[in-house]
């Protein structure tokens, strides 16, 4: 088979297991809990892909930090959370409407490519990420978000189900993946690690004989 070929089947398989969705993980880090009034400093997504064993892997990687949008909320509890520091002088960050804009360019073009017609939000605790995500979306007025509207894959769900736990860190224990908790709550750090996460437990399903492609 052709490398050509081959990357057509993968992309089918990809299709083929999610309906048409691509799955994206996406990990925001923020200045509070409201969707609506509060921050985001900072966003990950990581895009999958199937391989021709009909395996999930991570495919790329996108993440930047974020000016927080004028006018909005910053709790101190979350800076002491996080340990983000959104006014340091040597931050990198640009503005939350250019950044939005360029990672959903790189989900679309992901979409396109895996002959997928939309992304699910894949997250831990997903019901948070992607109510920033949509809030973000509509704030600037962005016309082609990528991500379903409402559905999306939850891995505290998933893990509680897999491995006992919904805490990140302890899930990812649970599934023998290395976590550092020093590196905790940066979107990048949390964004790759739930992806390791969410394709380890729909991998063992596979294995296990839950889907066969």
Known sequence: MTDLNAEALNASLMADRFRTYLPVVVDVETGGFN???DAILEVA????AMNSDGMLEIEQSFFHRIVPFEGSN???SALKFTGIDPFHPLRIA????????AMFKVIRESMKQ??????ILVGHNAHFDHGF??????RHNLK??????????????????????????????????????????SARYDAEKTAELFCGIV???????????
């Open 45 to 48: 997504a990581v895009v999958l």
């Open 133 to 138: 995500i949509r809030a973000a979306s509509e």
């Open 94 to 101: 640009k503005s939350e409407k250019e950044v939005f804009q």
């Open 114 to 119: 895996q002959t997928c017609k939309r992304a």
């Open 35 to 37: 969707a609506s009034t």
């Open 203 to 213: 991998n063992k399903w596979k294995e296990l004989g839950g889907w066969v492609s």
């Open 74 to 76: 910053i709790e101190e």
């Open 144 to 185: 082609r978000n990528p991500f379903h509207p409402f559905s999306s894959f939850d891995t505290a769900s998933l893990s509680g189900l897999a491995y006992g736990q919904t805490v990140l860190s302890r899930a990812c224990a649970a599934a023998n993946i290395e976590f550092d908790e020093n590196e905790a709550h």
